[in-house]
């Protein structure tokens, strides 16, 4: 009498029923993280993941998950559980996000535009391309002037500056004993990005233009403009933008708190888990030498999202993850708490 | 012959409302049909007891069955649904447990319209049950009771 309908598409199907409301069901492979939180949460086990390793390897060219469009009974469930939003559901095209009686996680990626600086940093640490930074910069031509120099005494010498000054008029050298910092003030913008990064306030810089002389300008009137953008779709809220930025702009809540523990003595350093990871937290340790053999995998478990698609496909069950808390907006339905509740084993 | 078995089931249900103190215009209304055929009805002229017969016999039938074989007579959901509440010969009561995941079967299932969603949770509303049992059968979760608080079928299985 009722009956699901499936249509696949080119990355992805749809399974939709109507009768009542219209209930869809759309999947996107190309978000799809492949931890298998949908199948273990689908309460008709309509839900199939492939394994992950071949996939990402591309060893196998097939979607990652598959459903059963005879079972599936469109609850919304995989998709309100979903760590990365890779199903959507909507009923009456309205997503289930924004329906109040469905749960969704508590989760955000934000970036401060009054405190954030256009470094760039951000955008090019963040594993999923989720981030773009667009800056207008003074140029010479302009016929931009000001001040700027660099007071040996208190610098570090980290190269902070170095590393994001846009015209490349900054040189620190590092070398042990005999470090340095110079500025080359025939490139330099006054855009005062230096001066806002610099962690111990080691750069004195103007810009005659905007300032009219005022050695000591507040950051917050430097020239450097610009905008940040976070693709809501792709980010998976790893925290790498929020432990990279220099000034703390980028604020990052994960979905879940919890625990990564690798058993060195099982893991054969295959490498799948690193390829699986959606937020390069794993890596192969740097080798000193070429000769060394790596005998474990390095975690930088900061950036971990505890989505378990490490776990799911490691060859030898060397990965435990574990998730020791969830945020998610009140509900109740006393089978969907149980759903989010179940997801900390 | 189907037109007939449907004239029959009016009849019972004509019959059912004058019972519980309806006046022809009421049926008339309620019925969707004409005044002077709700008089034919109760005096008992326009129609052959067989077709009575045959339309008494789909009522004592078992509560899915009745319903299904309504709905094919009639071949109109609102018209099944009103002679449907009208002859039903049982009273149920419908529990639904905290199993429930919302998703909605149930409500698209019930041709009588007795299913609504609210957070998350179906509720059923008893008056409107039938007593058909769709609902309990294809619930995913196997959250759904439906209960007989009272029965006066005529016939009871054996």
């Known amino acids: ?345 | 012959m189907p037109n007939h078995i449907a004239s029959g089931l009016k009849y019972l249900a004509a019959i059912e409302l004058k019972k519980q103190g309806f006046n022809q215009q009421m049926i008339a209304d309620e019925l969707d049909i004409d005044r002077s055929t709700v008089s034919h009805y109760l005096n008992g002229r326009n129609l052959s007891w067989n077709s009575i017969e045959v339309a008494k016999t789909i009522t004592n039938l078992c509560p899915k069955d009745f319903l299904i074989m309504t709905r094919t007579l009639f071949k109109d959901e609102q018209k099944t649904r009103k002679i449907v509440s009208i002859c039903k010969s049982g009273d149920y009561h419908a529990e639904v447990t905290d199993s429930c995941i919302g998703c909605g079967l149930c409500v698209d299932l019930c041709l009588m319209k007795a299913v609504s969603l609210d957070s998350l949770k179906a509720h059923i509303n008893s008056i409107c049950c039938c007593g058909c049992l769709i609902c309990q059968e294809r619930c995913p979760t196997n959250s759904i009771k439906i209960l007989e608080v009272n029965n006066d079928r005529e016939y009871e299985r054996s």
């Open chain 1, 1 to 345: 009498m009722i009956a699901n309908t499936k249509e696949v598409k080119d990355e992805g199907f749809d399974i939709k029923r109507s009768a009542e409301e219209v209930r869809n069901l759309s999947f996107k492979d190309h978000i799809c993280i492949g931890c298998g939180i949908c199948e273990s949460t689908c309460p008709v086990d309509a839900i199939n993941v492939a394994e992950i390793g071949p996939i990402v390897r591309e060893e196998v060219d097939m979607p990652k998950i598959d459903i059963d469009e005879d079972k599936c009974v469109l609850c919304g469930m995989c998709s309100g559980l979903c760590p990365v939003d890779a199903l959507d559901f909507t009923i009456d095209s309205e997503p289930i996000s924004n329906i109040v009686s469905y749960p969704h996680y508590i989760s955000s990626a934000e970036i401060d535009d009054d405190t954030c600086i256009y470094c760039q940093r951000c955008e090019i640490a963040c594993p999923r391309d989720s981030i773009t930074i667009a800056r207008s910069l003074p140029e010479r031509s302009d016929l931009v002037t000001g001040e700027i120099e660099a007071d040996e005494e208190t610098c570090i010498h980290c190269g902070i500056c170095d590393e994001m000054c846009p015209t490349d008029a900054i040189d620190v050298d590092r070398t042990p004993g005999e470090e340095s910092i110079e500025i080359d003030k025939d490139k330099c913008v006054y855009c005062l990005l230096c001066k806002k990064i610099c962690p111990v306030d080691a750069i004195k810089a103007a810009c005659r233009i905007c300032s009219y002389g005022d050695y000591d300008l507040n950051p917050e009137d430097a020239v450097t403009t610009g905008s940040s953008f976070i693709d809501d779709e792709t980010c998976v809220k790893c925290g790498w933008c929020q432990e990279i930025c220099p000034v703390d702009a980028a604020k990052v809540k994960k979905q879940y708190e919890g625990t990564l523990d690798i058993d060195e003595d099982k893991c054969t350093v295959c490498g799948t888990c690193i390829d699986v990871c959606p937020c390069d937290v794993l890596s192969f340790p740097e080798s000193p030498g070429p000769a060394t053999i790596v005998d474990n995998i390095h975690k930088d478990e900061q950036y971990c999202i505890h989505c378990g698609a490490c776990e799911r496909a490691c060859p030898v069950d060397a990965i435990d993850v574990k998730i020791t808390n969830v945020d998610y907006t009140p509900t109740k339905s006393k089978s969907w708490i149980d759903k989010f509740e179940a997801l900390k084993n």
